[in-house]
T-cell receptor, first 116, second 111 residues
Framework: KAGVTQTPRYLIKTRGQQVTLSCSPI?????VSWYQQTPGQGLQFLFE???????NKGNFPGRFSGRQFSNSRSEMNVSTLELGDSALYLC???????????????FGPGTRLTVL | GQQVMQIPQYQHVQEGEDFTTYCNSS?????IQWYKQRPGGHPVFLIQ?????EVKKQKRLTFQFGEAKKNSSLHITATQTTDVGTYFC???????????FGKGTTLSVSS
């Protein structure tokens, strides 16, 4: 099985712009979660989608949004970028069935976003 | 809200020494997972613990879930340079509104 893929791998934007990141989960996985990783804050949960519905949400401002498509692919959007949004954005997929939140998560390689 | 503490933040050991990282929660957990992230890489699942007092072993790694299901530990016996990386504990918020990772313990090993 192919692993989780994320595009693009690297991105440079300027303050005020918006950005869309993409994540393709492992085939058959219905849950996709997004995380922001920074040296100071570690891995912080953004949101989780399951079958096109947002199932869990972290404590990020409304500038961060996401969606999931019928094929389970997910996108994350950040509007009005700030310097502090510079981070590695990781997505993770899991089967999502049963005790869904508790399935093993498979991470993608991440998108490195730099905001200038 | 739920508080999570993972200690230590950093640990340097000589190859062959043991290493332990601890994860503590302010609330009772339904389960806990452990992940390892190599430098420049992404987190990789190591194990999941579900039962109170559960102990699981993977070669030189021993994982433990506390009796009260509020804490967990990962112990590595006789570290090797391949153990280098950051180890994270992970568990869902009690209310199911967030998925939480500990801040991680970064292990460095010198030979």
């Amino acid at each position: 099985k192919a692993g989780v893929t994320q595009t693009p791998r690297y991105l440079i934007k300027t303050r005020g712009q918006q950005v869309t990141l993409s994540c393709s989960p492992i085939s058959g996985h219905r849950s996709v979660s997004w995380y922001q990783q920074t040296p100071g804050q570690g891995l912080q949960f953004l949101f989780e989608y399951f079958s096109e519905t947002q199932r869990n949400k972290g404590n990020f401002p409304g500038r961060f949004s996401g969606r999931q498509f019928s094929n389970s692919r997910s996108e994350m959007n950040v509007s009005t970028l700030e310097l502090g949004d510079s981070a590695l954005y990781l997505c993770a997929s899991s089967p999502g069935h049963g005790q869904a939140e508790y399935n093993e998560q498979f991470f993608g390689p991440g998108t490195r976003l730099t905001v200038l | 809200g739920q508080q999570v503490m993972q200690i230590p933040q950093y640990q340097h050991v000589q190859e062959g020494e043991d290493f332990t990282t601890y994860c503590n929660s302010s609330t009772t957990l339904s389960n806990i997972q452990w992940y390892k992230q190599r430098p420049g890489g992404h987190p990789v699942f190591l194990i999941q613990l579900v039962k109170s007092g559960e102990v699981k072993k993977q070669k030189r790694l021993t994982f433990q879930f506390g009796e009260a299901k509020k804490n967990s530990s990962l112990h590595i016996t006789a570290t090797q340079t391949t153990d280098v990386g950051t180890y994270f504990c992970f568990f869902p918020n009690q209310a199911g509104t967030a998925l939480i990772f500990g801040k991680g313990t970064t292990l460095s090993v010198s030979s």
